[in-house]
T-cell receptor
């Protein structure tokens, strides 16, 4: 099992560009989540999904979109990148325990 | 909504000593309290959790205690080792926020350094 895999690991975007952060898990988990982590802060929930075709907003969803067409994949889309979106993004998945497994993270810088 | 405060922000101990990290939460409806360890350049790793129907849980050198009346919970690490050095996060889960959404609220983290 690879667990939760995020790509890319690092990315630099220019203001106004778009990108998709990929997340895939091979544990057949129904719950998947996207968090952002700013320096010296805890994690803030962006979006989550309870199963294929079902997504919901978290605490900080503005500027982001998600989709969940399969159990395995939960991509996060940034449409118009802004400097405030500079952060480390973590994807997580779980079955019976909330947020039990996290990916390695994607470090995004918007310049 | 839920607010989780975590103290201290940094903690330095000698190898072999114990370390204690404390968290308080505000929402009495929260019923699940996990702890995560985050090593440099990696994602958080769930190390122990406790549900609101128990007061203490142990797993080898780590333990978590929960006081629901006072709304605080703590992580205890005994016989610390250099490999325990990391950032530790507490969190609290309110299964039903006022909007109907579930949410895991994280503390701001504690950087633990174990000196050899």
């Amino acid at each position: 099992n690879a667990g939760v895999t995020q790509t890319p690991k690092f990315r630099i975007l220019k203001i106004g560009q778009s990108m998709t952060l990929q997340c895939t898990q091979d544990m057949n988990h129904n719950y998947m989540y996207w968090y952002r982590q700013d320096p010296g802060m805890g994690l803030k929930l962006i979006y989550y999904s309870v199963g294929a075709g079902i997504t919901d907003k978290g605490e900080v969803p503005n500027g982001y979109n998600v989709s969940r067409s399969t159990t395995e994949d939960f991509p996060l889309r940034l449409e118009l990148a802004a400097p405030s979106q500079t952060s480390v993004y973590f994807c997580a998945s779980s079955y019976d325990r909330p947020e039990a497994f996290f990916g390695q993270g994607t470090r995004l810088t918007v310049v | 909504g839920e607010n989780v405060e975590q103290h201290p922000s940094t903690l330095s101990v000698q190898e072999g000593d114990s370390a204690v990290i404390k968290c308080t939460y505000s929402d009495s409806a929260s019923n699940y309290f996990p702890w995560y360890k985050q090593e440099l350049g990696k994602g958080p790793q769930l190390i122990i959790d406790i549900r609101s129907n128990v007061g203490e849980k142990k797993d080898q050198r780590i333990a978590v205690t929960l006081n629901k009346t006072a709304k605080h919970f703590s992580l205890h690490i005994t016989e610390t080792q250099p490999e325990d050095s990391a950032v530790y996060f507490c969190a609290a889960l309110n299964p039903f926020m006022d909007t109907g959404r579930r949410a895991l609220t994280f503390g701001s983290g504690t950087r633990l350094q174990v000196q050899p």
